[in-house]
């Protein structure tokens, strides 16, 4: 059993048969991606034409109360947490006739589809897979989130790196699969020792999980052997009696398999280490990714995504979203989230619309034993059920925020200055004869000084200090000097920021006291609905107390799926005068 990531499809996207859904809250279902046990991925893309995945979740757990509480409770979870090599949700409902969740297609393969196609990876490849998971897990755990089903087949591989996908759907299921069938939710064979004992998984648990995967995407075998799901499992709980022997892996990966795969828990290291070390050891730098695969594995990525373009783009106009208002109520700072794509749920899909089926890749050789399916009596399933839990750990703002921006994409000034300017002269005017305070003189620092932000490239953090002023790809201004940090999936302003309408200090101070923008806008905002537009003045207070204005004078789109744009413009900085 498994999550809603079945791997049943064999490599081609599917036709839509005429008893299926053919459109849900507004997105037009292009084709199925895949089927697992918790329900159906079908493919679809925004009003932007970007492409997205929609799980619809089975009606048995629709009609189970605990299972949609868990599911809300579970995206909302996903939604604080922010890093490199994480896919964040893009949108979902939990209160309809049946829940779904959606989110960004980004092309890839799946681990574990690599490894039956293709075989091993070359060890530094595996390296640099097993720090960037690693990263990524770091940025799960600092928000006190644990995965809790990491596997080969919630990791895909792309040409830009890796990305860790599938949360806030498994765990869900926890409350229904196993307390009602004594049924089995997750995958045994990347378990960690205190699954397998009914223990609460921790952060260590993750990091158990991402030794195990290191050691199969490095060489194909399984430190606990080759059999069937339920002795692997077994081996496993029995660790700490019985420990692997890791002798025989590559001498650059045995450290790393040797401290992972410890039996006490606290003796492993955190994620955050498990990077360091294979950063060291992988020889190359942690988002190198040019070449990072073998060539074969690279241009499947390629024909997969190139087939997805062809999809997408040859829909009918109509087989997009509703317009927001029709649609159910969601955050509207939309981030891109998870990939599926492929014969494996989460690869990129192998042809377009108008292509007849491709052929699914052929093996070469037998499945890998970790991979083969064994059923499970009922007991030993409810024995080994806390591996079941999924923590969603992705990307994208939820509360106050999100809904802003959703309100609709502000073209100048914004809303909120008539009601603030109203409170204002209620406050100290014609009746209360206090006097007003003078108003701060501003002194310039610099005016109109060029500044670009380029666009990110995924897996990239831009920061920008506008005090400096400094814009750096490499994410080197500190958090305490940022005012602005850039990714793939999001612009996250540090300090309130605010569209003015004049170019004047005292008009750019109010407008970030009465109306700031929401603190992230998503790919949604800043791709589909040009939230931030050329002649757009952006003002903010910056972390040295001065107050900066941004003048976009250019925005330059990448025309690539989910890659936002870049914004160029003039920097003006005062300073209060004394």
């Not at 305490?480 to 003015?500: G, I, R």
């Not at 603190?519 to 040295?544: F, H, P, R, W, Y």
Request: aromatic share 6%; net charge negative; proline share 10%.
């Amino acid at each position: 059993m498994g999550s809603i990531t079945g791997h049943d499809d064999g490599g081609a996207l599917r036709p839509l048969r005429a008893d299926e859904l053919h459109e849900i809250a507004g997105y037009r279902l292009l084709a199925r991606i895949g089927e697992g046990g918790m329900g159906s991925v079908y493919l679809s893309r925004t009003r932007g034409n970007q492409p997205v995945a929609l799980k619809v979740i089975r009606r048995e757990y629709a009609g189970d109360a605990e299972f949609r509480r868990r599911f809300q409770q579970e995206v909302r979870a996903a939604k604080q947490v922010r890093g490199y090599h994480l896919v964040p949700v893009v949108d979902h409902d939990a209160e309809g006739e049946q829940p779904w969740l959606a989110t960004a297609y980004v092309p890839g393969l799946p681990l574990d589809e690599v490894l039956a196609v293709h075989g091993p990876l070359p060890l530094p490849a595996a390296l640099q897979l097993t720090g960037c998971v690693a990263r990524a897990l770091d940025a799960v755990h600092a928000a006190a989130v644990v995965h809790r089903d990491l596997k080969p087949g919630n990791i895909l591989l792309g040409a830009d790196g890796p990305w860790v996908i599938d949360f806030g759907i498994a765990r869900a299921a926890e409350a229904t699969r196993l307390t009602r069938t004594g049924g089995f939710v997750g995958t045994p064979q990347f378990m960690s020792p205190e699954q397998g004992t009914g223990t609460e998984p921790t952060t260590a648990s993750d990091v158990f999980s991402l030794g195990l995967i290191a050691a199969v995407a490095a060489t194909g075998r399984h430190p606990y052997g080759d059999g069937a799901a339920l002795t692997v499992a077994t081996q496993i709980a029995n660790t700490a009696q019985r420990p692997p022997d890791l002798s025989g892996y590559p001498e650059g990966l045995r450290p790393v398999l040797e401290r992972c795969l410890a039996a006490d828990p606290a003796a492993r290291p955190t994620a955050a280490e498990v990077a360091e070390l294979c950063e060291r050891a992988s020889g190359r730098a942690p988002r190198a990714f040019d070449g990072w695969l073998p060539a074969a594995v690279a241009t499947a990525i390629a024909g997969r995504a190139d087939h997805v373009r062809q999809l997408v783009a040859g829909a009918p106009q109509d087989a997009q979203p509703a317009p927001a208002a029709a649609m159910p109520p969601h955050p509207a700072t939309y981030v891109p989230t998870q990939a599926p794509g492929g014969g494996f749920v989460h690869a990129a899909p192998t042809q377009a619309a108008t292509a007849p089926p491709a052929a699914p890749l052929a093996p070469v050789g037998a499945t890998p034993p970790w991979r083969r399916r064994a059923p499970l009596a009922a007991g030993v399933a409810v024995a080994l059920a806390v591996v079941a839990g999924t923590a969603w750990a992705l990307s994208g703002g939820d509360g106050g925020s999100g809904a802003e921006a959703a309100s609709g994409p502000s073209t100048g000034g914004t809303p909120a200055h008539s009601g603030s300017k109203q409170a204002a002269q209620g406050a100290g005017g014609q009746s209360s004869g206090a006097a007003k305070a003078p108003a701060p003189a501003y002194e310039a620092v610099f005016t109109d000084r060029p500044l670009a932000i380029a666009p990110p490239g995924t897996g990239t953090l831009i920061t920008v200090d506008l005090d400096a002023p400094k814009v750096s790809p490499q994410g080197d201004v500190s958090d305490h000097d940022a005012e602005l940090t850039y990714m793939s999936q999001w612009m996250n302003f540090k300090k309130a920021t605010a569209k003015s309408r004049a170019s004047t200090p005292e008009e750019c101070r109010r407008a970030v006291d009465a109306s700031p923008l929401p603190a992230e806008l998503g790919d949604a905002a800043l791709i589909d609905q040009g939230v931030l537009a050329k002649d757009d003045v952006l003002c903010t207070v910056t972390s040295k107390g001065n107050l900066a204005m941004f003048k976009i004078t250019e925005v330059t789109p990448t025309g690539q799926p989910y890659s936002p744009p870049g914004y160029s413009g003039l920097l003006t900085l005062w300073k209060q005068s004394s």
